[in-house]
């Protein structure tokens, strides 16, 4: 199967992920993606991710000016995003301990 | 493709989200693109842009809008609000170009001067005459303007079916006496709203058509040139007591190319 079909899933959590680190935006949240290993991961699908978690109120967004270029939009994770992650990521542990204990049986 | 260009046809394929949540995804991706490093193949890192609309929609959970309520919603609510306002005031236009093209408020007054010959008719409304060709004619009506708006009279058109000739007098008053004096030559005058005047032909019989011997022929109506802003038109105002000519005798054509007597 490839990578990027896998990755869709886990999409939502990895961006997550990434802001709730530290505020940031969009370009920086595909390049960290990148540098963790989240490959094909299309630019579109990380800023439609991006848009739904805002809409549910899993991030916060503001507008700030950048050295070059035009105002970037900052996210960062509310509470409720927050726990969406906390959640997520045990789902994801779970169904990965699964996964390896069938591979290993 | 340029960056322009490629944010150009983004946006195209979301033509159908309400219009400011367009422009915050429009917003988002030129400042995206603005990120990327110079040189940068759009469309192989990308994708084409039907394609990055396309997994935009799919990751944002944004489904293609229909209808009337989301083609509107897509426009800019300035937009919309001028495009209602401008239909408003040239639906406005026309009707008020139907309305004014349309208006005729004169109406027959109530009032009728008939010749001294004349007679009630027998069977039916209003009086009658006996053509005599030369001997003295009368005829006259009063007209009301029933609108709400001064029109100006213009005059009273010869007609074929006039049987007379002589001059068009008017009354001075504009109340409706049931006695037409005092008279004056006719000039166009303005009809206010409300106000009665008479119109009076005075003259003598005469054969303005032919008519063959014994038939008769009734005036139902007046026409009455009038005006009314850029407008002006000839209604014929119905008579309350039409006026019947019978010819005994007949009366002969005038001949084509003589003047009128």
């Given at each position: 199967m490839e990578q990027a079909q896998l990755l869709k899933g886990v999409l939502e959590l990895a961006v997550l992920a990434v802001i709730a680190r530290r505020e940031t935006y969009g370009y920086e949240i595909l390049s960290t993606l990148e540098d963790s290993g989240f490959e094909g991961v299309g630019d579109a699908s990380v800023y439609g991710t991006l848009r739904r978690l805002e809409q549910a109120g899993h991030l916060t967004s503001r507008l700030a000016a950048s050295d070059s270029g035009p105002a970037r939009k900052y996210y960062a994770v509310t509470p409720s995003g927050a726990e969406q992650l906390q959640a997520g990521t045990e789902t994801w542990t779970g169904i990965n301990a699964a996964l390896q204990k069938l591979v290993d049986a | 493709m340029n960056a322009e260009n490629y944010v150009n046809r983004v946006s195209f394929e979301l033509r159908d989200l309400p219009w400011g949540m367009r422009r915050e995804l429009v917003s988002e991706l030129r400042g995206h693109l603005e990120e990327l490093p110079d040189g940068t193949d759009l469309d192989a890192r990308l994708g084409t842009p039907e394609r990055y609309a396309a997994d935009l929609r799919a990751a944002a959970g944004l489904e293609r809008r229909r209808g009337v309520v989301a083609f509107l919603r897509a426009r800019r609510l300035r937009n919309v609000i001028l495009a209602v306002v401008v239909v408003t005031l040239v639906g406005l236009a026309i009707g008020a170009v139907v309305w004014i093209d349309s208006y005729q408020p004169i109406a027959f007054a109530g009032s009728t001067q008939f010749p001294l010959d004349a007679k009630p008719s027998l069977g039916q409304a209003g009086q009658s005459v006996v053509f005599r060709k030369g001997h003295p004619f009368q005829y006259g009506v009063t007209i009301q303007n029933t609108g709400r708006f001064t029109v100006r009279v213009l005059g009273v058109p010869k007609s074929v079916v006039d049987f007379s000739a002589g001059r068009l007098l008017m009354s001075?008053?504009?109340?409706?006496?049931?006695?037409?004096?005092?008279l004056v030559r006719f000039h166009p005058f303005d009809l206010k709203p409300g106000e009665v005047r008479w119109l009076l032909i005075k003259g003598v019989y005469a054969c303005t058509t032919g008519m063959g011997q014994g038939v008769s022929s009734t005036r139902v109506a007046l026409p009455v040139r009038f005006s009314f802003l850029w407008r002006s038109a000839t209604p014929l105002i119905p008579l309350g007591d039409p006026l019947t000519f019978s010819f005994p005798k007949g009366c002969p054509p005038p001949r084509t190319g003589s003047a009128t007597p």
């Amino acid at each position: 199967m490839e990578q990027a079909q896998l990755l869709k899933g886990v999409l939502e959590l990895a961006v997550l992920a990434v802001i709730a680190r530290r505020e940031t935006y969009g370009y920086e949240i595909l390049s960290t993606l990148e540098d963790s290993g989240f490959e094909g991961v299309g630019d579109a699908s990380v800023y439609g991710t991006l848009r739904r978690l805002e809409q549910a109120g899993h991030l916060t967004s503001r507008l700030a000016a950048s050295d070059s270029g035009p105002a970037r939009k900052y996210y960062a994770v509310t509470p409720s995003g927050a726990e969406q992650l906390q959640a997520g990521t045990e789902t994801w542990t779970g169904i990965n301990a699964a996964l390896q204990k069938l591979v290993d049986a | 493709m340029n960056a322009e260009n490629y944010v150009n046809r983004v946006s195209f394929e979301l033509r159908d989200l309400p219009w400011g949540m367009r422009r915050e995804l429009v917003s988002e991706l030129r400042g995206h693109l603005e990120e990327l490093p110079d040189g940068t193949d759009l469309d192989a890192r990308l994708g084409t842009p039907e394609r990055y609309a396309a997994d935009l929609r799919a990751a944002a959970g944004l489904e293609r809008r229909r209808g009337v309520v989301a083609f509107l919603r897509a426009r800019r609510l300035r937009n919309v609000i001028l495009a209602v306002v401008v239909v408003t005031l040239v639906g406005l236009a026309i009707g008020a170009v139907v309305w004014i093209d349309s208006y005729q408020p004169i109406a027959f007054a109530g009032s009728t001067q008939f010749p001294l010959d004349a007679k009630p008719s027998l069977g039916q409304a209003g009086q009658s005459v006996v053509f005599r060709k030369g001997h003295p004619f009368q005829y006259g009506v009063t007209i009301q303007n029933t609108g709400r708006f001064t029109v100006r009279v213009l005059g009273v058109p010869k007609s074929v079916v006039d049987f007379s000739a002589g001059r068009l007098l008017m009354s001075e008053s504009t109340t409706g006496y049931p006695s037409e004096r005092p008279l004056v030559r006719f000039h166009p005058f303005d009809l206010k709203p409300g106000e009665v005047r008479w119109l009076l032909i005075k003259g003598v019989y005469a054969c303005t058509t032919g008519m063959g011997q014994g038939v008769s022929s009734t005036r139902v109506a007046l026409p009455v040139r009038f005006s009314f802003l850029w407008r002006s038109a000839t209604p014929l105002i119905p008579l309350g007591d039409p006026l019947t000519f019978s010819f005994p005798k007949g009366c002969p054509p005038p001949r084509t190319g003589s003047a009128t007597p």
